[in-house]
């Protein structure tokens, strides 16, 4: 049974930080490029970081670009998203999702246009 699992979502200030893990499983987890793509409340699915299988490529779209960084370990099957100097317009449901496909600044309209995704974690940015 495939599985992604996010875990590390919350209520955090503006300005503040958080790390978003996705663990992975029931699938080859490094032949995968794995994305990380939120939806805000009222508004489409935005693809905020992708990273290749085996992590030498990386992509981030202009709002999140210098501020977060994905990352994965193969070896532990598990993606990461380092979130910093958040903002109230970071705060939406965040999925990781994989594709066998590397798009740089891919347009998602569904979850349905990857292969595999998971249940999502909340981010709140709020003082």
């Known amino acids: 049974e495939v599985q992604l699992v996010e875990s590390g979502g919350g209520l955090v200030q503006p300005g503040g930080s958080l790390r978003l893990s996705c663990a992975a499983s029931?699938?080859?987890?490094?032949?995968?490029?794995m994305y990380w793509v939120r939806q805000a409340p009222g508004k489409g699915l935005e693809c905020v970081s992708i990273?290749?299988?085996?992590?030498?490529?990386?992509y981030y779209p202009d709002s999140v670009k210098g501020r977060f960084t994905i990352s994965r370990d193969n070896a532990k099957s598990t993606l990461y998203l380092q979130m910093n100097s958040l903002a109230s317009e970071d705060t939406a449901m965040y999925y990781c999702?994989?594709?066998?496909?590397?798009?740089?600044?891919?347009?998602?309209?569904?979850?349905?246009?990857?292969?595999?995704w998971g249940q999502g974690t909340q981010v709140t940015v709020s003082s």
């Open positions: 999702a994989a594709s066998i496909y590397y798009v740089p600044a891919k347009v998602a309209t569904s979850l349905n246009d990857f292969k595999y």
């Open positions: 029931g699938f080859t987890f490094r032949s995968y490029s």
């Open positions: 990273i290749n299988g085996i992590g030498t490529s990386t």
